[in-house]
């Protein structure tokens, strides 16, 4: 069976550092903290106040109008958002695909979240009947991609991905599938995640999870770094349009990257701590590197899941200088964590679009925060400053509670 390259074409973006694809770019570069104080709810009594939270978002009326706006919770909206965005940036509505040819995987690691929290409150203040008929719609994973497929009429393969932390960085892995067996000719994929709660902070602080530097937000998420005290949480959508390579050569579209490999496996180890010694993590990389054929001297930039936890960032490390040897030491990594905070589910999504800019532009964005790393993690952060370096291939890390873990190399076009 012949095995079809997979292109990169269009892109969509949004988090704590902007709303489009070019602002959250241009921020990244700059060295910005997307995270600060919530203001869409009242805090008080809440552990921690704040995150990598969506400022001044108001989605398109012609994307979904008002009333169902009110519906459908944050992360349908942001996916519409951004796959809108992407659309447009890869002229996908004008090329000559069947519908059926044309499929959605997204990933979300935990859904409607704040319908949820607040359906349950009616729920409990008004009685079972007052508790919205749109609630099931509103909250269930993949109804984004329900809405993408109806908003544009797309008919070909749909579905959610649910992988924790690393939901959206196998639903890319998965459609890049899609399109090498043939079996689509184009794919929308990424994920999105809008959960910045009550409930869900008050769970992951319950775990010890999240930083609590409640007095200077812009500081909390600082990877690799030896007063780093747990990650941040942080919201958005990352959506990119996949093709079929040649077909997409045919129609003139301009090509990003090059999906080119992608791992997976899990650590078998803990519900929420990474394997110590990045086991698990090791496997993942090293099952892209072979799928892509790719030698690990090409790889010149990792962005790291890198959350900012103690123990996450040191296994990590770990697990690429087992992988990467000596290499480890030239090429340059860095967490934009730092910047977005953590998306959860969305996250691969979004920084997978960090490397192919990176590949595209020839910049790579930094690790901001880092003041006194830790001797633990001993590679090469892009520390607090954006650095230009031209690179061939780029890496995206993403790992989740349960221990799933997936990596995905992205390749500039020749």
Request: glycine content about 12%; aromatic content about 8%.
């Amino acid at each position: 069976m012949k095995l079809h390259r997979v292109a990169v074409t269009g892109m969509g973006a949004m988090c704590g550092l902007g709303n489009s694809l070019d602002e959250v770019w241009a921020n990244a570069l700059l060295g910005k903290s997307g995270v600060s104080t919530i203001e869409r709810q009242n805090t008080e009594g809440w552990p921690v106040t704040f995150g990598g939270e969506i400022k001044n978002f108001k989605l398109s009326p012609e994307l979904m109008d008002l009333k169902d706006q009110d519906r459908f919770d944050l992360f349908n909206q942001y996916a519409l958002h951004c796959t809108d965005e992407a659309l447009r940036h890869s002229k996908l509505l004008e090329a000559n695909y069947a519908p059926e040819k044309i499929g959605i995987i997204f990933g979300t690691g935990l859904g409607g979240f704040p319908h949820i929290e607040s359906n349950h409150k009616i729920f409990l203040e008004k009685g079972a009947r007052r508790v919205s008929p749109f609630f099931i719609p509103s909250v269930i994973p993949n109804m984004p991609e329900g809405l993408v497929s109806i908003k544009w009429g797309f008919k070909g393969i749909n579905f959610a991905i649910a992988s924790a932390c690393a939901s959206s960085a196998h639903a890319i892995g998965i459609a890049a599938t899609e399109i090498m067996l043939g079996r689509q000719d184009a794919m929308l994929t990424g994920g999105t995640e809008g959960v910045i709660t009550g409930y869900t902070i008050a769970g992951f602080a319950s775990m010890k999870a999240l930083s609590k530097r409640n007095d200077e937000p812009h500081r909390a998420s600082r990877p690799y770094d030896v007063d780093r005290d747990g990650f941040v949480m942080g919201e958005g959508a990352g959506i990119l349009v996949l093709e079929n390579y040649e077909k997409a050569q045919a129609r003139g579209a301009k090509i990003l990257a090059e999906v080119v490999g992608f791992g997976a496996s899990s650590d078998a180890n803990h519900i929420t701590a990474p394997h110590p010694e990045g086991l698990g993590a090791l496997v993942c990389m090293q099952q892209t590197l072979d799928m892509a054929g790719v030698k690990k001297e090409e790889v010149g930039y990792i962005n790291a899941h890198g959350t900012s936890t103690p123990l996450g960032d040191a296994a990590e490390t770990g697990a690429i200088k087992k992988v990467f040897g000596e290499h480890a030491y030239k090429l340059a990594v860095s967490s934009t964590k730092s910047m977005t905070g953590h998306l959860l589910g969305a996250a691969g999504g979004l920084e997978s679009i960090f490397c192919i800019k990176a590949l595209e532009t020839g910049m790579l964005p930094p690790t901001i925060n880092l003041e006194n790393q830790d001797p633990a993690c001993d590679l090469y952060y892009v520390p607090n400053k954006s650095e230009k370096r031209d690179i061939k291939y780029a890496l995206n890390n993403s790992f989740g509670f349960g221990g799933t873990n997936s990596s995905t190399l992205f390749k500039k076009p020749e």
